[in-house]
């Protein structure tokens, strides 16, 4: 069987990772979250970027005993650190950024105060440039 | 960038997502479900007449015959594109947002 060699030595590019849809009611968010952390290891540039139903899955106080189902907003914990090794050690050049559309969280009643991570806040028409501007968008 | 729609605006809002957020100049090609959006004389026909000032619109031909819907009740600048069309697409926008 022919052994397949991958060369991603230096290979930096920018992904955009869309959130839209609630946690929990389906897989895609935490679908999304592992390919976020994939990317991780291979040290990438990532914008990742909640809106419509996604921004949901940042609120605080997830809560999921009596569902029967693991909550993984923990793990925006780790991406927050992960964000902030990125952007304090100059030895990783890795640039995360983590977007919430404006738009989305208004239309929802939510705030920034109501995340359990820092966010940036991003208008439709600022967003819709970012997106146009990466070099891959993974969606959920 | 090439972004494709693949539900039916009567049933998610996944069509204004893609409309709010797609950049002006970058091409949207509706498939699957997507394909309803491009029809003439429904209540959502007017995102996509509307989207056509700032974005190439395509729709899927195989897609549109499976729900038996004719091309010629397609919304006028939208083009229809076979499987082969929509692999030049993706060739020619380069990265690729599907909208689910």
Redesign the interface.
């Known amino acids: 069987m022919a052994e397949y060699q991958f060369d991603t030595e230096g290979v930096k590019k920018t992904f955009t990772f ?1 959130n ?1 849809k609630a946690p929990y009611g389906t897989v ?1 968010a935490l679908e999304v979250l592992e390919t976020v952390l994939i990317s991780a290891a291979f040290e990438q540039h990532a914008n990742i970027v909640f ?2 139903d996604g921004v949901y899955q940042l609120k605080s106080g997830h809560d999921t005993t009596e569902i029967n189902m693991k909550n993984f907003s923990p793990t925006f914990g780790i991406i927050e650190m992960e964000k902030e090794d990125a952007d304090e050690d100059d030895d990783i050049d890795m640039v995360w950024r983590i977007i919430v ?1 404006k ?1 989305s969280m208004e239309a929802r009643g939510l705030t920034e105060d109501d995340f359990k991570v820092e966010v940036e806040v991003l208008s ?1 028409a600022e ?3 970012l ?2 501007s ?4 993974i ?2 | 960038m090439l972004h494709t729609v693949n539900k039916s605006p009567f049933e998610r809002n996944t069509l204004d997502s893609c409309l709010r957020l797609s950049a002006k100049g970058s091409a949207i090609l509706l498939i699957e479900d997507g394909v309803i959006a491009a029809m003439k004389g429904t209540v959502q026909s007017a995102k996509i007449e509307g989207a056509l000032a700032d974005h190439s619109v395509f729709v899927l031909g195989p897609d549109l015959k499976a729900r038996g819907l004719a091309e010629d009740n397609v919304i006028d600048g939208v083009k229809v594109v076979d499987y082969a069309g929509f692999v030049d697409l993706a060739v020619e926008h380069g990265a690729h947002n599907a909208w689910l």
Not at chain 1, 134 to 137: A, E, F, G, Y
């Open positions: 869309m839209r895609y809106a419509d559309e738009e439709a967003l819709a440039e997106i146009d990466s070099d891959c968008v969606s959920g």
